[in-house]
């Protein structure tokens, strides 16, 4: 069966601009995740769908990041505006519904903000 | 909320070598706990997991981890390293409370020929 898809692979911009992130997860998993791996540290989950609905935003940053999963498949992280700070690789990740804790991970989209 | 600490951030072993990467949790209450592996420029894949049951659990690669409750670890082995191993850990945690993943910060298992 064919991976999580995530485009673009690398992305350079400018401070104060924005960018879109895009995840196309496993064939019928239900489960989507979006994380930010900073360099020298491990993933940290800034937001988790179940099919089209949110199930922890907790640790998103809302007046800059958003998120959406609107026919319960494929999915869009977005930044705006982006600071130095958010400067790392994001990853998203995917579980089917009968084995939740069993995530599968895309290749990731590395970002540079100068 | 649960935390995760890998105190090694680079492990350098020799190739043949046995290996341990440790991992401490905070929480014993419903944890499930993982340790997945990441190559450079890619994702994470999950090596293996402990959901219930045996304390030791065996994964992909020839890796295992045993789950201590008492001493609230998790530590991964292998008893001969490969040089295709040279990869970061990354150990996981799922409860205590909290249903969002929680990772370490990694190690960097360096193996040398």
């Known amino acids: 069966e064919a991976g999580v898809a995530q485009s673009p692979r690398y992305k350079i911009i400018e401070k104060r601009q924005s960018v879109a992130f895009w995840c196309n997860p496993i064939?019928?998993?239900?489960?989507l995740y979006w994380y930010q791996q900073i360099l020298g540290q491990g993933p940290k989950l800034l937001i988790q769908?179940?099919?089209?609905?949110?199930?922890?935003d907790s640790q998103l940053p809302k007046d800059r990041f958003s998120a959406e999963r609107l026919k319960g498949v494929d999915s869009t992280l977005k930044i705006q505006p982006a600071k130095l700070e958010d400067s790392a690789v994001y990853l998203c990740?995917?579980?089917?519904?009968?084995?939740?804790?069993?995530?599968?991970f895309g290749p990731g989209t590395r970002l540079t903000v100068t | 909320a649960q935390s995760v600490t890998q105190l090694d951030s680079q492990v350098p072993v020799f190739e043949e070598a046995p290996v341990e990467l440790r991992c401490n949790y905070s929480s014993s209450v419903s944890v499930y706990l993982f340790w997945y592996v990441q190559y450079p420029n890619q994702g994470l894949q999950l090596l293996l997991k402990y959901l219930s049951g045996s304390t030791l659990v065996k994964g992909i690669n020839g890796f295992e981890a045993e789950f201590n409750k008492s001493q609230t670890s998790f530590h991964l082995r292998k008893p001969s390293v490969h040089i295709s191993d040279t990869a970061e850990y990354f150990c996981?945690?799922?409860?205590?409370?909290?249903?969002?993943?929680?990772f370490g910060r990694g190690t960097s298992l360096i193996v040398h020929p």
């Open positions: 990740a995917s579980s089917p519904e009968t084995q939740t804790y069993e995530q599968y």
């Open positions: 064939s019928g998993h239900a489960t």
């Open positions: 769908f179940q099919n089209n609905g949110v199930v922890d």
């Open positions: 996981a945690a799922l409860g205590g409370g909290s249903y969002i993943p929680t």
